[in-house]
């Protein structure tokens, strides 16, 4: 089967440029996930959608982060102003639905890496 | 609120070598855990997970972790590095959200 896709694989801009991230998640997964990863720290949740609605963005600084998946498949992160600090990988991942023995094992993809100046 | 630990920052070990990676978690009730792999410009990929039943469990490219309830444990180890082991290694625990909660990873490097 396809993994899941991302893209960009890299993108600089300068701080308070905007960026959006797009992903395509395994076909039949429900759930889907963006983690931000910082150079040396393990990923970070920032935003959960089960089909197209939000499960979890309590972690995702709403102030300049936005997400959207609509029709349940396709996502996009969106960062506008970009800062210094936002400097990192996002990753994607999809897991099959939402709970439940076996459900939560998140594949990811390749992840886009995002440089501010 | 669940949390790993992985006191490790970096591993080194000899090519042949056994390995052990350390990871403690923290949830009130029975967690599911997992072990991730991340080599230098790619995404994360399961090594192994634990739900239930067996405490140890086996994964993909020879590894195996055992899950220790009474020391909130869930190391990973390996009898005999191989080169293409040398990657970045993150210990996840799941709760009641499902979410996994990431470790800060553990870097290993392999010495031929």
């Known amino acids: 089967e396809a993994g899941v896709a991302q893209s960009p694989r890299y993108k600089i801009i300068e701080k308070r440029q905007s960026v959006a991230f797009w992903c395509n998640p395994i076909?039949?997964?429900?759930?889907l996930y963006w983690y931000q990863q910082i150079l040396g720290q393990g990923p970070k949740l920032l935003i959960q959608f089960q089909n197209n609605g939000v499960v979890d963005d309590s972690q995702l600084p709403k102030d300049r982060f936005s997400a959207e998946r609509l029709k349940g498949v396709d996502s996009t992160l969106k960062i506008q102003p970009a800062k210094l600090e936002d400097s990192a990988v996002y990753l994607c991942?999809?897991?099959?639905?939402?709970?439940?023995?076996?459900?939560?094992?998140?594949?990811f993809g390749a992840g886009s890496r995002l440089t501010v100046l | 609120a669940q949390s790993v630990t992985q006191p490790d920052i970096h591993i080194t070990v000899s090519e042949g070598a056994s390995l052990e990676l350390r990871c403690n978690y923290s949830?009130?009730?029975?967690?599911?855990l997992f072990w991730y792999v991340q080599s230098p410009g790619q995404g994360l990929q399961l090594l192994l997970k634990y739900f239930s039943g067996d405490t140890l469990v086996q994964g993909i490219k020879g590894f195996e972790a055992e899950f220790k309830r009474s020391q909130s444990s869930f190391n990973l180890r390996k009898p005999s590095v191989h080169w293409s082991d040398a990657a970045e290694y993150f210990c996840a625990v799941s709760g009641g959200s499902y979410i996994p909660t990431f470790g800060r990873g553990t870097s290993l490097i392999v010495h031929p």
């Open positions: 949830y009130g009730a029975t967690p599911y």
């Open positions: 991942a999809s897991s099959l639905r939402s709970g439940g023995s076996g459900a939560n094992v998140l594949t």
């Open positions: 076909s039949g997964h429900a759930t």
